[in-house]
């Protein structure tokens, strides 16, 4: 696990450290010491803690004129035993909300496992977003992960499909992934309109 790293083709655009409004603005990080962990397994240093004990983070991009950010995601998502969720929206998305930021993509090829919880906070946060035009999108959700994900009904708060879930999106660059999730979706919700 530690020799994962968070996708980094896109810090010549884009550092959460060096964005005064982010979340991570100013964080300084150590190539060679390994702290955080998921278990027994320690990740490498480049992933940020939101306040998960097993689900950590990297914003690889942010748009404020799109009102949107892309994030990627490493470790077990459990709802169950600790509520990630409350996490990532308390720590992260609310306070990227109060700048602007409406569209949420969360990169998650190495999301290992998913276990589901309460949604009252997924809740809140989908209907938050909706109200100013945004939303909640999943992408490169293991195979596994995209069926939990069907199985707890979380289609009601996060966009994922099994069109965009196998996306080449280290191929694209921010802006064309952006605008081609917001398209996919957009025309995604007209349809269901019908």
Same mark, same amino acid.
């Given at each position: #696990?530690?020799?994962?790293?968070?996708? %980094?083709?896109?810090?010549?655009?884009?550092?959460?450290?060096?964005?005064?409004?982010?979340?991570?603005?100013?964080?300084?990080?150590?190539?060679?010491?390994?702290?955080?962990? !998921?278990?027994?397994?320690?990740?490498?240093?480049?992933?940020?803690?939101?306040?998960?004990?097993?689900?950590?983070?990297? !914003?690889?991009?942010?748009?404020?004129?799109?009102?949107?950010?892309?994030?990627?995601?490493?470790?077990?998502?459990?709802?169950?035993?600790?509520?990630?969720? #409350?996490?990532?929206?308390?720590?992260?998305?609310?306070? #990227?909300?109060?700048?602007?930021? %409406?569209?949420? #993509?969360?990169?998650?090829?190495?999301?290992?496992?998913?276990?589901?919880?309460?949604?009252?906070?997924?809740?809140? *946060?989908?209907?938050?977003?909706?109200?100013?035009?945004? *939303?909640?999108?999943?992408?490169?959700?293991?195979?596994?992960?995209?069926?939990? $994900?069907?199985?707890?009904?979380?289609?009601?708060?996060?966009?994922?499909?099994?069109? !965009?879930?196998?996306?080449? *999106?280290?191929?694209?660059?921010?802006?064309?992934?952006?605008?081609?999730?917001?398209?996919?979706?957009?025309?995604?919700?007209?349809?269901?309109? $019908?």
């Amino acid at each position: #696990m530690h020799d994962i790293e968070p996708f %980094f083709r896109w810090r010549h655009l884009y550092q959460a450290e060096q964005d005064k409004r982010s979340p991570f603005y100013r964080k300084v990080y150590d190539e060679f010491g390994f702290t955080n962990a !998921i278990y027994n397994y320690y990740i490498h240093p480049q992933w940020d803690n939101f306040g998960s004990s097993t689900l950590y983070l990297k !914003i690889l991009y942010t748009d404020y004129e799109l009102g949107c950010t892309i994030i990627e995601l490493i470790g077990e998502w459990n709802d169950t035993l600790h509520d990630d969720i #409350m996490y990532l929206k308390r720590n992260i998305a609310e306070y #990227m909300q109060d700048h602007g930021i %409406f569209k949420f #993509m969360l990169i998650c090829d190495n999301v290992l496992n998913f276990h589901s919880g309460d949604n009252l906070y997924l809740d809140e *946060w989908s209907q938050e977003v909706r109200e100013e035009g945004g *939303w909640i999108c999943c992408i490169n959700l293991l195979d596994h992960v995209f069926a939990d $994900f069907e199985d707890a009904y979380l289609q009601r708060y996060l966009f994922f499909a099994d069109e !965009i879930n196998e996306i080449e *999106w280290r191929q694209m660059k921010p802006d064309q992934l952006i605008t081609f999730i917001d398209s996919f979706i957009n025309h995604s919700q007209k349809s269901l309109e $019908f």
